[in-house]
């Protein structure tokens, strides 16, 4: 996640104001998604049309668009099935030129409208839903579709926009808030505001998570309009790219960007593995050491052998399996028999 937000700041979000939207559907049309992950990538576009159309109405320019980071997640706070999208948008759109014009005040009522209309045509189209399931839905007095959209991040705000970017692509489920109970069998979640838990027994856990798995080659973080990856590659081809320059500023090459691993140590922690705790300098690696005796008789000067923390324990090997016996059937002849008369041909 950490190394996502980085890239993502650097190579794909520009400098301008943006805003986190979350988009979410009624339950009653959730199971469409679980059977059919296919219409996930279906309902992104719905967000980002719906963006589009809200962002670009009273623009004159027909060609200016907005730029758009949409991830699918499908967990909510118990890991059920809950499909919504996490978007970063520009707060406005792009002009060919490299302008830029910020919208105005978003109208959650207007972009829920427009949202929920775009995703039952679809499913109408794809005859996952009748007529008669979106009369219902207009009887309700909340159709369950929702709309968040979160304060505007300005371009200076670089933290915000990094933070943000790791965010929308966060893991289904929290270490941190899961606790197994070997005796049971059991595991404990605890939910996002720690009022409540809930508890499952493994095969349960094991199959929530498994339902939130993306299937081969199924791209849960897409890109749009100005932020769309042919729109990257035209604007490079035309070096325009950097008419507007990226929220933060490329550190290196994407080679050395990747084995970077101090520098994303350093996001995590706050804390820099290379500076000197003696002295402050900047340390820099000269090797690298795998002989398990060498490790032994470093770690055993410095004191921090027999070091045992609570955390950490010592997994023996395990054993080969054992050979089942199999076991042979016995049997018995009885001579003492009848001999089977044989039948006239």
């Given at each position: ?144 579709f929702n709309v968040f959209s979160g304060p505007r991040i300005l371009s200076r705000h ?85 008419l507007i320059p990226s929220i933060l500023e490329p550190d290196g090459s994407s080679k ?90």
């Open positions: 996640m950490v190394e996502f937000g980085g890239w993502l700041c650097q190579e794909v979000v520009k400098a301008v104001p943006h805003r986190h939207v979350v988009f979410s559907i009624p339950k009653i049309l959730r199971r469409y998604f679980l059977y059919d992950r296919r219409l996930l990538s279906e309902l992104s576009r719905c967000g980002w049309e719906a963006l589009k159309a809200f962002y670009t109405t009273g623009v004159r320019d027909p060609k200016a668009v907005p730029g758009a980071v949409v991830a699918i997640q499908t967990f909510g706070d118990f890991l059920g099935f809950h499909p919504h999208l996490h978007i970063l948008v520009s707060d406005g759109c792009f002009y060919e030129n490299g302008m830029f014009s910020v919208s105005p005040a978003v109208d959650i009522k207007a972009l829920e409208q427009i949202f929920r209309h775009k995703v039952l045509k679809m499913l109408l189209a794809k005859g996952k839903i009748t007529q008669d399931m979106i009369s219902l839905l207009d009887k309700w007095q909340h159709t369950g670089e933290k915000s926009m990094e933070n943000l970017a790791r965010y929308i692509i966060r893991a289904s489920f929290s270490q941190e808030r899961m606790t197994y109970h070997r005796e049971t069998g059991q595991v404990e979640y605890q939910s996002k505001d720690e009022k409540g838990t809930k508890v499952f027994d493994a095969l349960e856990w094991l199959a929530a998570m498994c339902s939130h798995v993306p299937n081969k080659g199924e791209q849960m973080v897409r890109y749009y309009g100005h932020y769309s990856n042919v729109a990257r590659g035209k604007r490079k081809k035309r070096d325009m790219d950097e050395e960007f990747g084995k970077n691993w101090a520098r994303l140590i350093q996001k995590i922690y706050e804390v820099g593995p290379l500076t000197c705790p003696k002295c402050q300098g900047e340390m820099r690696a000269i090797s690298v050491i795998e002989n398990e005796e060498v490790i032994r008789k470093i770690l055993k000067h410095l004191g921090l052998w027999d070091i045992n923390p609570p955390y950490l324990w010592r997994v023996k090997a395990r054993p080969p399996p054992k050979p089942v016996p199999v076991k042979t059937p016995e049997f018995h002849i009885d001579s003492s028999a009848r001999p089977a008369t044989r039948l006239p041909l």
